[in-house]
């Protein structure tokens, strides 16, 4: 089946420590981005990419890092930089160019202890 | 201020009645969407709309580009519908998206 995966669904790290979000999709879509959701506020745009070797800084990019080494995939890493990490991460993909549809993945659930 | 605005916030309704969740936004789109995300978290793409009406099942979508502002309607509601409804409108200028807060629907049997 087509779509999007992420995994863990959920996970624990300690504080200071460095975290990559894996997320996978197999619907060739151009675009991939990585969403930040906390409660009581809209998603927020961390990382996005709209081709492979190339990605663009979100509204709160700072903490974070990516890498677009392939089309399918995009991993998050969250860096001990960022002040506060707990959140609930989702990823999307859409076809690039037009106006289309953006499909998302189940989230990760990042707890930092 | 948010470019995207909904309410409410929350609602709790009567299994049967009919729902209207609002969103108001302020910035040129190309597109809008209704999203709705379940307790898990994962999200489904309800409706993607530019203009007028569509309709899926019980589940209705407007849009007023004019007055910057789309509604989404649920006929006969169900448990089931339960969800956190969010809108999100794409910039018109690139490929950013804006998202709403969210309205958390409870419809109690």
């Known amino acids: 089946d087509g779509g999007i995966t992420q995994s863990p669904k959920y996970l624990f790290r300690k504080e200071g420590q460095n975290v990559t979000l894996s997320c996978e999709q197999n619907?060739?879509?151009?675009?991939m981005y990585w969403y930040r959701q906390d409660p009581g506020q809209g998603l927020r745009l961390i990382y996005y990419s709209q081709i492979v070797n190339d990605f663009q800084k979100g509204d709160i990019a700072e903490g974070y890092s990516v890498s677009r080494e392939k089309k399918e995939s995009f991993p998050l890493t969250v860096t001990s930089a960022q002040k506060n990490p707990t959140a609930f991460y989702l990823c999307a993909s859409k076809m690039s160019g037009g106006v289309n549809e953006q499909f998302f993945g189940p989230g990760t659930r990042l707890t930092v202890l | 201020k948010n470019e995207v605005e909904q309410s409410p916030q929350n609602l709790t309704a009567q299994e049967g009645e009919f729902i209207t969740i609002n969103c108001s936004y302020s910035v040129g789109i190309s597109a809008l969407h209704w999203l709705q995300q379940h307790p898990g978290g994962g999200i489904v793409s309800l409706f993607m709309?530019?203009?007028g009406k569509k309709k899926h099942g019980r589940l209705i979508a407007t849009i007023n580009i004019q007055e910057k502002h789309s509604s989404l309607h649920i006929t006969a509601s169900h448990p089931r519908d339960s969800a956190v409804y969010i809108c999100?409108?794409?910039?018109?200028?690139?490929?950013?998206?804006?998202f709403g807060t969210g309205t958390s629907l409870t419809v109690i049997p």
């Open positions: 619907l060739n879509h151009d675009a």
């Open positions: 999100a409108v794409r910039s018109g200028t690139g490929n950013q998206f804006y």
């Open positions: 709309l530019s203009s």
